[in-house]
Structures are given as C-alpha cells and as structure tokens.
C-alpha cells in the first residue's frame, strides 16, 4: 500500500513572530523555517506504518516555492522514499492545495493520505478534509490512535467529550493530532542518505489545478498587548472592580 | 543504560571537516571548494540552522569577503547600508557625551568603504554559496569532542540526542556520529569548548598572553522612521562604565542598519573588578542616555542576544596548529578588537587555513601539522593589521578609556601603526574580581519596560529553547564551590554576569543552594570565562539546542 503524506514548510514554532510593519504579512526574512509539526506527526506514523509492514512506501509532498525542499530532505531522512514536490511560489490557499494533493493522490495511486490536522501558521484546518471531499473518499480527522487492517483503518479521534473511534474504508484521507506519536529525532546518517533520495517536481498547471482565489489577507495585525493586572484584597474588591468594567452585574 | 555503556557510532569520512558554520568555518569550506571541487567538505554547526547562534554588531569591513567572492554584490549578499557617519564620543555621565573631533579618531575606528550588516543574515547566505559548491553543511549537530589518536587530531565525536537529565538514553536514543577527516578546523568562535581543549593539550597557548574576553549585549529594534539615519555608526567609551578608571571597561555601539532597524550594544571586557557589577543592567541602563535614548524612543525592541568576544589579539593568539587541525576565526582568537571588529578577520584566516589544507591534500598529506598556514598567517594583512593594533587592549587595561585610548591614537595615527614597543597584559580575567567584602554595590534603576527591560523578557527575544530532559550542559568540577567559596567571598558573581539568567543563589540560610537554569543558556561562554574558581565548563548540549537568533 502507498502512502502519501503531505508536509508543509511552516516558521518553526519556537519563533517569536513579528508582524511587518505595514500588515501586509509576518517577517519571514531570517526567520527558521521546518516543517508543520502536525505533519511531523502525521510523517512518523507513516514511517512506523511502514515499519510494522503495514504500507510499502512513503511519498513526500509539499507545496511553495524552491525552498521547500529542505522540507522535503527532512521528510525523506524520516523515512519517506521519495518525494514530490509541488513548485509554486505565489500564496497558496487551502483549497488550492487541496485540489493539488488530491490530483498527486490520485496520480500516484495512493491508499491513503496523511497529513497533519492544521498548519502551525494559519491553523485553517481544512486542507485534510476538503481533499477528502475532492477525492470523494473517506475522512478521519484529528487522529490520536490509528489501526490499519486489510482495507479498512480504525482510527481513534480526540472530541470534546473524550475519545471517538470510526472505521474507515481505505483509500482514505487522515489527519493527525498531538498525541498521536512522538516523533523520532533525524539521524545524521539518515539526513545524509536523504540528499541522495529522488524528488520530482511538477508544477500546478502539470497537474490540472488551477489555483483558487477565494480568501484575500486583508490584514495581520499582533495580538494586543496584555495590559498590567491590577492587585485586590478582599472578594468586595473584586465584584467591585469586575462590577466597574461591566462584567458582572 | 546510563551514560557510560559504550555505543556503536557511525562513522562517515571527508577530506576537510569544519566545526562551526560562522564567518571563518563557511569561508574555509567555500575557499576549499573553490581550490579543489573534488574535495570532501562536511560543516557541523550545533544551531538549528545556519545563523541560529550568530551574533555580531555589525560593521563589517568587506576585504576577506572582497578576496573570497568577489562577485558577491551580483550573487545578493546582505550588505545593504554602507557607513555613512561615524560619531565617536566619551560618555561622560548619565546625561552628558562629548562627541571626539574626526582627527582624533584612532585610525582603525574608521570606517569609510565598511557595511552596516546583520552577520547572522551574511552567514546564511554564506551557507547558501557554500551549499552551491557542493559543501556538506549539518545543522542541529554539535560536536562534543575531539577524537586524538596518537596525538593526532582524527575528526570529531557529535553529541549524543535522546539522553535524560539523569544521564539515562531515553527511548529514542540516537548516538552522535563520528566524524573523520584529514584535516579538522575548528571554527566554533570565542572560547569554543573544543578548541579550549586543543589549546591545552597541545600547549598552544606556551609563551603567550593570556587570553582576555568582553561579554557583548545586543538588541536589534525598529525606531520610528524620524529617528532613523541610515548607515550612521555611533561607537562610545565610558559611562555606564569608567573613562578614567580601569575597573569597568568596554565601550558602547549603535548602527542604524536598514528598514528602520537599528542594533545597539554594550561591551563590558571581562577584567572588571567588582563583583557586583551586572553587564546586562548596565547595559539596559546605558540605553537612558540622551545620546542613545533619542534614537530608540517610541521603538520596539525585536531581539535580544548575547556574547562572549576575545579580544587579546596578536600577543595572546595561541599556536594556530596541531597534528591533524587547525584553529581558525574567534576559536584561535584572531578578532581586531581596535577595529571593534571579526567577522573580516575570521574569514581571512579560515580562507588561510583552507589553502593550506587544500595544499596538504594535493600533495598526499593527512593528520600533520598545516604549518603552512602558520607562515600564510604571518605573510597575510590580518597579521599585519592585528600587529599593528597589538597594544591596543594593553594600554586600555593599564590606563583607562581615555588615557589609554590617547597612546593608541599615537601609535595609530601618528606612529602609522609602526613602532617597535609592546605592552603585556598578564592578568588573569577571571582572577580580576575584588572580594564582594571591599566592593560597593551599583544601584541599578528598575527597567521603565519601554527603554530598558529585566532579564527573562530579554532572553524571551532570543528565541532560545533547549529540550528540557537532558543534562544541564553546564558542569561544576565541584559543585560545592558556588555556595562554599564564590557566595562568601564574591556574592556568586554567576547571578550578575550571565546575561540570560541561568545561574541563581536560591533558598536561605544554610538551605541555599546554587541552580542552573541550563535551558535558558544563550551559549555566550561567559560563565565558563569569568567563574573565579574557574569551576564552570560549557560543554555542547543535544544539538539544535541554544537560542535562535534571526537577523543578529
């Protein structure tokens, strides 16, 4: 069984962000880049997939310019065969990478996409389930346990009220949730056979999709500044001030 | 498991290894790329990219680059803001600076044809030109140790990941590699632990000066775009610290770089005296002065960063040689600290060491003595330039700010840098500290939180994260000594130096214990410099770890 599992170059999480001066969008001169931990996540799984004999190989695919590559060198030292790497410089709307993942899927022949349930930096949360949709096949969102046998996976999802366990026909679309695996760290001799490994590059229009143009950044402004807490000593202190800005009557 | 259990490593084998992907390190790899496209290159940095540890002022004189890749305005090299200005004053208190007459610049504090640059963005495009050459560069790999076979320098032993602060391999243990070439450089920067190392087993350092160190504190910020003056250069001596004394020394910088950024910095050398003096408040204290304040006001403050710096010059560079390797850059100590400058100084002797190496290849050789590039040293202008400044720092320890700076001026300015005299400076910097008994302690005013700021919001900006289950990568030989010795005699001075709060006296009475919050480490060195027992050892934590610097 193939797998395909979508990674995406995100700025690395432990980044302070800084909003450019004129909103148009965040700093991202300088600025470390990795990829989305969510797919991370959604990378080991395969890899351990593959390991207990369950899948026969990984494919990498990442959208955006000419240096997602580095992302996709650090798919294919987890463990991934090969990769494709989708090249497209302008913004990239989730619908549009939905239409692009879903005509590599089907291209390659996959049984089942993997990928993170968001991405760090939008944190939209749609690209899983509108490719599942695209592809008319089934979705497991959220996934926090994933079991595959035959042609079917159980996965075990993380709701609000505790855990939900769906079944899925394969080929399926499942997205990955925190508690899923802990990834494993990159091993020099494994990120040195990486560079070794084949990536294909094909272009949107290669593939049949035309980008979608539905959501426009209007602008990006940084969360407001958390202003000074005041002390109080008594509870009356208290209802009295929380009275005052009108938040009990 | 623990520790201790011998593990299989994996081997893999260059022709030329480099520790450390700063300025020297990546123009080593680039030079011998250049000489020989066939030769094995490997660079290990223990950042999580390239960069990520980089921190300068910047004003970067552009001749080693100019040598090296002479078409790099064409290929995009982040030099944007030449030097326009260059004000030199004395602060002379908290409220008053005499700006010095452009004649009575010393020589090398001018800076016609110089560059205003973020070094942390030049090194990344280095990586990239080096990656272009087919140069093998690994991030997120610290190199723990050397491994010295018969005396001979083989390559080196990566940190081990996945082992618990207990010193137990955790689950996803992962040993570090081994690395092996025929010739090692180690370009880790101002006392690099490895390098440390090399200098005292190969005795590198016999019949030199000691070494002396500065500690550089630097922000970066965007001002309003009234107060910004691109390409102005301010450099200052005196006040927070002494113009006439010599128990406080340093000096103080601030460069208006590009898109309404401007980097400000304070230098305190390592020989300071008094045991209660805290460079990072001095520092934020200093940011009130007119001079300084009337650009940063109504600015925000991006980052926040930290360095060690040595700054003995010629008279302290140890042997730059051993069987098998070489120092090159900060690690052997080739920074011009009359020019307030490294980065040019660091690439030409990387660019040194490389063709000694690339020639030591040609010929058949591995794991001698590169002594060729001892003799390309000595026949280089960055021999001739840091012999001419040799004095510098001497006279500044011996004299002061002012006086000292008025000798330099001469030798400079009117002597040309030729003369025939040289001063020592044989003092110790981390035996300079006065017992806490006869020292006053400075009042420092509280941070306002517009100009000035407390340590962990500051460390907060650098963006520094390490994985907390592992060993603390700072060792005490006696981990008795901070309470029994230092807290006594000089008020624990680790509390004040570090400027990233890693090192606190905690508890009371007889309950007080010394606490290292290791992952709060900006990788400075400073501790392993200044501790007055010298009982501090920086050692490489699991690589990636340290702060993440973006534009520094």
């Known amino acids: ?249 | 498991m623990s520790e201790s259990t011998p593990v299989e490593r994996d081997v893999m084998e260059y022709d030329v290894l480099v520790v450390g992907a700063g300025p020297a390190g990546l123009s080593a790899a680039i030079r011998l790329k250049q000489l020989n496209p066939e030769l094995g290159v490997c660079v290990v940095e223990k950042g999580a990219e390239v960069g990520a540890h980089i921190l300068s002022g910047a004003v970067f004189e552009p001749r080693a680059l100019d040598e090296l890749l002479p078409g790099w305005q064409a290929d995009g090299a982040p030099l944007k803001t030449a030097v326009k200005r260059d004000d030199v004053y004395f602060f002379t208190s908290a409220l008053k600076a005499i700006r010095m007459p452009g004649f009575l610049v010393p020589k090398p504090m001018h800076n016609e044809g110089n560059w205003i640059i973020s070094l942390g963005k030049l090194v990344r495009w280095l990586g990239t030109q080096a990656e272009g050459l087919g140069v093998e560069i690994y991030p997120g790999f610290a190199a723990q140790s050397a491994i010295i076979e018969d005396g001979v320098v083989k390559g080196v032993t990566l940190s081990d990941m996945g082992v618990n602060r207990e010193g137990e391999r955790k689950p996803d243990f992962a040993p570090g590699m081994e690395l092996r070439a025929k010739y090692t450089l180690f370009a880790e920067g101002c006392r690099g632990h490895i390098g440390k190392q090399l200098i005292r087993q190969y005795q590198l350092d016999q019949g030199r000066d000691p070494q002396h160190y500065g500690i550089g504190i630097k922000e970066l910020w965007r001002v309003p775009a009234a107060q910004h003056e691109p390409g102005l250069v301010v450099h200052g001596a005196g006040w927070p610290l002494d113009l006439l004394g010599t128990d406080a020394l340093g000096g103080s910088f601030l460069y208006h770089l590009e898109d309404q950024q401007v980097a400000v910095g304070l230098i305190v050398d390592l020989s300071y005296t008094n045991p209660y003096l805290s460079p990072f408040d001095e520092f934020q204290r200093f940011k009130h002065h007119p001079k300084i304040a009337q650009y940063l006001q109504g600015g925000e403050r991006l980052s926040y960063g930290a360095r060690a710096l040595v700054k003995g010059g010629l008279n302290a560079l140890p042997k730059l040689v051993f069987a098998g390797g070489a120092l090159i850059g900060c690690d052997a100590g080739t920074l011009n600290y009359a020019k307030i400058k490294g980065s040019h100084c660091a690439m030409k002797s990387g660019m040194l060491a490389a063709e000694a190496a690339a020639e030591a290849i040609a010929e058949g050789r591995a794991g001698d003595e590169l002594s060729a590039y001892t003799r390309k040293f000595e026949a280089s202008w960055l021999y001739e330039e840091l012999k001419a400044s040799r004095n510098f720092g001497v006279w500044l320890h011996k004299f002061g700010a002012l006086i000292g700076g008025a000798i330099n001026w001469v030798e400079q300015n009117l002597f040309k840098g030729r003369f025939g005299w040289t001063v020592h400076d044989l003092k110790l910097d981390h035996a300079s500290l006065k017992p806490a008994a006869v020292s006053s302690k400075p009042s420092y005013p509280k941070p306002d939180g517009k100009l000035s700021f407390d340590k962990l919001s500051s460390v907060f900006l650098s963006s520094t994260n390490h994985e907390e289950d592992q060993p603390a990568h700072l060792r005490l030989a006696d981990p008795s000594l901070p309470i029994a010795r230092n807290l006594p005699l000089y008020d624990e001075p680790a509390q004040r130096y570090c400027p990233a709060g890693v090192y606190e006296v905690v508890g009371e009475g007889s309950a007080r214990r010394f606490q290292i919050n290791a992952q709060n480490c900006v990788h400075c060195k400073t501790c392993d410099i200044k501790d007055p027992s010298q009982n501090i050892t920086w050692v490489a934590p699991e690589g990636g770890g340290g702060p993440g610097y973006a534009a520094m």
């Not at chain 1, 799984?45 to 580095?70: P, Q, S």
């Not at chain 1, 390659?108 to 968001?118: S, Y």
């Not at chain 1, 042609?151 to 508690?179: H, M, N, Q």
Request: charged share 30%.
């Open chain 1, 1 to 249: 069984m193939k797998v395909l599992v979508s990674v995406k170059r995100v700025i690395d999480y432990n980044v302070r962000i800084q909003v450019k001066p004129d909103g148009s969008g965040v700093v991202t001169d300088g600025v470390k880049m990795s990829m989305n931990p969510f797919d991370e996540i959604a990378m080991e799984e395969a890899v351990r997939l593959k390991e207990k004999g369950k899948v026969t190989e990984i494919i990498a695919v990442t959208l955006g310019g000419a240096k997602n590559e580095e992302t996709l060198r650090t798919a294919l030292a987890f463990g991934a065969d090969r990769a494709v790497h989708v090249k497209e410089e302008g913004e990239i709307q989730p619908l549009t990478a939905a239409r692009a993942l879903a005509a590599v899927v089907k291209k390659e022949g996959a049984q089942l996409l993997l990928t993170g349930k968001q991405a760090i930096d939008d944190d939209a949360n749609q690209t899983g389930q509108m490719t599942a949709a695209l592809l008319d096949v089934a979705q497991a969102t959220f996934a926090s346990k994933i079991e595959i046998e035959g042609s079917k996976a159980t996965v075990t999802r993380e709701v609000d009220a505790g855990l939900e366990t769906l079944e899925v026909d394969l080929p399926a679309v499942i997205t990955t949730d925190l508690r899923l695996n802990e990834p494993r760290y990159l091993k020099l001799p494994d990120i040195m056979k990486a560079k070794k490994k084949p990536i294909e590059t094909v272009s949107l229009a290669d593939l049949g999709v035309s980008p979608a143009a539905g959501l426009k950044t209007v602008t990006t402004t940084p969360p407001p500044k958390r202003s000074k807490g005041v002390m109080v000593k008594t509870v009356d202190e208290l209802v009295a001030a929380l009275k005052a800005k009108g938040l009990v009557s």
